[in-house]
Nanobody, 121 residues
Framework: QVQLLSSGGGSVQAGGSLRLACEVS????????LAWFRQTPGQERNRVAT??????TPVYADSVKGRFTIFKDKNTVYLDMSSLKPEDTGTYYC????????????????WGQGIRVTVSL
């Protein structure tokens, strides 16, 4: 059974940086999709970054391009966030999927617990 354990987050001033981590366990496949989503109160969960463990370049939401980096090291997927803005505030979730549709949709099979990120002026 795939499990995702998230860590990191916290509060930071605008312009600062944070790193989120998500340890993935119970995976038997070598090719799968990992993503980070962000949700703000009253809003849908929006994907900010996606990584495929095969030959593909990670993709990012326009709002975070150039500022956020998703990468994987061993069993942990990270989201490095820099030049943070107040609009980056929200609850972040990591997600896992083996479904190729996850590359272009929000259909993910497993989710980590939410991590709160607060960016203040």
């Amino acid at each position: 059974q795939v499990q995702l354990l998230s860590s990191g987050g916290g509060s930071v001033q605008a312009g600062g940086s944070l790193r989120l981590a998500c340890e993935v366990s119970g995976v038997s496949e070598s090719r799968y999709y990992l993503a980070w989503f962000r949700q703000t109160p009253g809003q849908e969960r929006n994907r900010v970054a996606t990584l495929y463990t095969g030959p593909a370049t990670p993709v990012y939401a326009d709002s975070v391009k150039g500022r956020f980096t998703i990468f994987k090291d061993k069993n942990t997927v990270y989201l490095d966030m820099s030049s943070l803005k107040p609009e980056d505030t929200g609850t972040y979730y990591c997600a896992f999927s083996t479904n190729p549709k996850s590359w272009y949709s929000d259909q993910f099979e497993n989710w980590g617990q939410g991590i709160r990120v607060t960016v203040s002026l």
